[in-house]
């Protein structure tokens, strides 16, 4: 199994509130992915990361930021957090090698 | 952008059966992917190809460029082959993966 992992598992947050979740990696890949899966729409790419500091949008970015300060870390943040992000939020990476993309446990949060 | 179609959405088979999943897609990709996701919620990466066919154990992927096309078959089903089965398509540059919605295949014994 690729070493990618994703923090936390679950969370339960209210609407409005700061919410950051965090993968991270021990394969030091180049790129980096955030996607959120929702009943209807499979899965949708956020934001991704070509290196540190180097990041864009994905299809669904309204609400989202991403950081990448160091290889291992890719964090999302949601500034403040509305019930239509209620998803489950699964990281992936990939070598710079290969469009082949391994995928972290994900993140089911909720949004009440 | 590219629109990735899947068919059947649903599919429910004996234990034994040749199963055969549909991928479909609207624009020129660098590579396609089949993931399998079981209930619980971990994805797996079950192959990756950009051309002709690949063989894992009782799995076979094939991928036809011109048609825009793969066909995800298992062989000798079992009822731990249930999940749900998604393709996904790679464009070329650093951006993501483009999905579509998925197979839910069910094995009965």
């Known amino acids: 199994d690729a070493g990618i992992t994703q923090s936390p598992r679950h969370k339960v947050t209210e609407t409005g509130t700061p919410v950051t979740l965090r993968c991270h990696q021990t394969?030091?890949?180049?790129?980096m992915y955030w996607y959120r899966q929702d009943p209807g729409h499979g899965l949708r790419l956020i934001h991704y990361?070509?290196?540190?500091?180097?990041?864009d949008k994905g299809e669904v970015s309204d609400g989202y930021s991403v950081s990448r300060s160091k290889t291992e870390d890719f964090l999302l943040t949601l500034e403040s957090a509305t019930s239509s992000q209620t998803s489950v939020y699964f990281c992936?990476?990939?070598?710079?090698?290969?469009?082949?993309?391994?995928f972290g446990p994900g993140t089911r949060l909720t949004v009440t | 952008k590219n629109e990735v179609e899947q068919s059947p959405q649903n599919l429910t088979a004996q234990e034994g059966e040749f199963i055969t999943i549909n991928c479909s897609y609207s624009?020129?990709?660098?590579?396609l992917h089949w993931l399998q996701q079981h209930p619980g919620g971990g994805i797996v990466s079950l192959f990756m190809?950009?051309?002709g066919k690949k063989k894992h154990g009782r799995l076979i992927a094939t991928i036809n460029i011109q048609e825009k096309h793969s066909s995800l078959h298992i062989t000798a089903s079992h009822p731990r082959d249930s999940a749900v089965y998604i393709c996904?398509?790679?464009?070329?540059?650093?951006?993501?993966?483009?999905f579509g919605k998925g197979t839910h295949l069910i094995i009965q014994p």
């Open positions: 992936a990476i990939r070598p710079g090698t290969t469009y082949e993309q391994y």
């Open positions: 394969e030091n890949h180049r790129y």
């Open positions: 990361s070509y290196g540190v500091k180097d990041t």
């Open positions: 624009v020129g990709i660098s590579a």
């Open positions: 190809l950009s051309s």
């Open positions: 996904a398509v790679k464009g070329g540059g650093a951006d993501g993966l483009t």
